[in-house]
């Protein structure tokens, strides 16, 4: 590709074509994206207040990792890395190739939460101006801190005029990123946008699917918390397979393909954490039993390698669901919902089995000495 590179550009200089000459770079620009296109993914997310610092991560054990969040400045509409993260964002990528020189990094924009981040992103989206500034400033953060691409993290549009929004966002991105590259010579960024486990979100709205097979990389579908503080009964977290109510990982998958986004372009998310609850009554410690609220921490959210710590000190019962692919523990009136290895493994088996692009985990500082990534890692090849 080298030599026809070079020669093309001799070419064209001569002929000071530079409408062709842009043609050409773009037609490299898209093979390069094919090229990345092809790659499955293995991926996780990490954030500076994970428990473990970027060189920690045992890269080897990943072919993508998203480093979280950068965020979005409501007043110039710009992308911008929080001084807190400032350091630790621009040294992200080398550190983590150290182990693992293949690994690419993606800089995830955004983050949950909702209220807020949710609105900035809705109002900057709104404008094509606002727009512009928005993936001007993406483009030229990835690359000055070393990112192989952009993942857009907007939880989440919930009306058709946001949706409408987003699709001509990513529209825009898409060509921004083509243009970038052209000129530049680079490899193209990547894009990926991590969405609702499903393309209807739960107000009476659906995601541009077609645009966004069309402009993305591919999706990171959040198939986990269908069951947190809101609820008034116990539930598996990230269930695989239909536990009654919808909720699951593969009612996601066939919706999202249904909608017309290409089983290659879709990557199933996992919790690298669990849910616990208060029992109601301690001897009614199945799915769905009554429930007082959370346990352990406010929200009830404690990451795996504390869960495999309860385990341990409390003595808890584990269960393992094949029926819905999940795992929960219980101990006195305290319960909890999470993915363990067995539910990784089989979680990892269907993505391929069905085609998908892979996998992703939230988050990787969750993990109990790398055995859930290794699982998964394994579990695939």
Same mark, same amino acid.
């Given at each position: 590709?080298?030599?026809?590179?070079?020669?093309?550009?001799?070419?064209?200089?001569?002929?000071?074509?530079? @409408?062709? /000459? $842009?043609?050409? &770079?773009?037609? #490299?620009?898209?093979?390069?994206?094919?090229?990345? %296109?092809?790659?499955?993914?293995?991926?996780?997310?990490?954030?500076?207040?994970?428990?473990?610092?970027?060189?920690?991560?045992?890269?080897?054990?990943? @072919?993508? /990792? $998203?480093?979280? &969040?950068?965020? #979005?400045?409501?007043?110039?509409?710009?992308?911008? %890395?929080?001084?807190?993260?400032?350091?630790?964002?621009?040294?992200?990528?080398?550190?983590?190739?150290?182990k693992n020189p293949s690994v690419l990094t993606l800089l995830s924009i955004g983050g949950g939460g909702g209220g807020s981040i949710a609105d900035n992103f809705a109002s900057m989206a709104s404008q094509s101006s606002s727009r512009k500034t928005f993936i001007d400033s993406s483009i030229a953060l990835a690359r000055s801190n070393g990112f192989h691409g952009l993942d857009l993290d907007w939880e989440y549009p919930d009306t058709d005029a946001k949706m409408a929004n987003l699709a001509l966002l990513l529209q825009e991105w898409r060509a921004a990123v083509a243009a970038e590259a052209a000129s530049s010579g680079k490899d193209a960024l990547l894009l990926s946008a991590a969405v609702y486990y499903r393309p209807h979100y739960w107000s009476p709205t659906d995601?541009?699917?077609?645009?966004?097979?069309?402009?993305?990389?591919?999706?990171?579908?959040?198939?986990?918390?269908?069951?947190?503080?809101?609820?008034?009964?116990?539930?598996?977290?990230?269930?695989?397979?239909?536990?009654?109510?919808?909720?699951?990982?593969?009612?996601?998958?066939?919706?999202?393909?249904?909608?017309?986004?290409?089983?290659?372009?879709?990557?199933?998310?996992?919790?690298?954490?669990?849910?616990?609850?208060?029992?109601?009554?301690?001897?009614?410690?199945?799915?769905?039993?009554?429930?007082?609220?959370?346990?352990?921490?406010?929200?009830?959210?404690?990451?795996?390698?504390?869960?495999?710590?309860?385990?341990?000190?409390?003595?808890?019962t584990t269960v393992y669901n094949s029926t819905v692919v999940s795992a929960y523990c219980y101990s006195g009136t305290t319960w909890i919902t999470y993915d363990d290895t067995q539910t990784i493994s089989t979680k990892v088996g269907y993505a391929k089995g069905r085609g998908l692009k892979g996998y992703f985990a939230w988050h990787v500082g969750g993990d109990d000495n790398w055995v859930l990534s290794q699982t998964a890692w394994n579990s695939w090849t």
């Open positions: 590709m080298s030599n026809l590179l070079h020669v093309t550009r001799q070419k064209m200089a001569s002929n000071d074509n530079r @409408t062709l /000459l $842009f043609l050409v &770079f773009s037609f #490299l620009s898209l093979l390069q994206i094919n090229s990345c %296109i092809a790659q499955n993914v293995k991926g996780g997310y990490w954030f500076l207040g994970s428990g473990i610092t970027a060189s920690d991560i045992d890269s080897t054990l990943f @072919t993508h /990792l $998203f480093c979280a &969040f950068a965020d #979005l400045d409501a007043s110039t509409n710009q992308v911008v %890395i929080s001084s807190s993260n400032a350091q630790s964002f621009a040294t992200f990528t080398s550190d983590v190739q150290q995601y541009p699917a077609a645009v966004m097979a069309a402009n993305l990389d591919w999706i990171n579908a959040m198939a986990y918390d269908f069951f947190g503080s809101w609820s008034s009964t116990t539930g598996p977290l990230a269930a695989l397979y239909n536990p009654g109510n919808g909720l699951s990982g593969d009612d996601g998958v066939s919706a999202w393909i249904q909608a017309g986004m290409p089983a290659g372009q879709i990557v199933l998310g996992f919790p690298f954490y669990g849910r616990a609850f208060t029992l109601a009554d301690a001897n009614n410690h199945g799915y769905f039993a009554p429930i007082t609220g959370t346990a352990i921490s406010p929200d009830g959210s404690i990451v795996y390698n504390q869960i495999t710590k309860y385990i341990s000190q409390h003595s808890a």
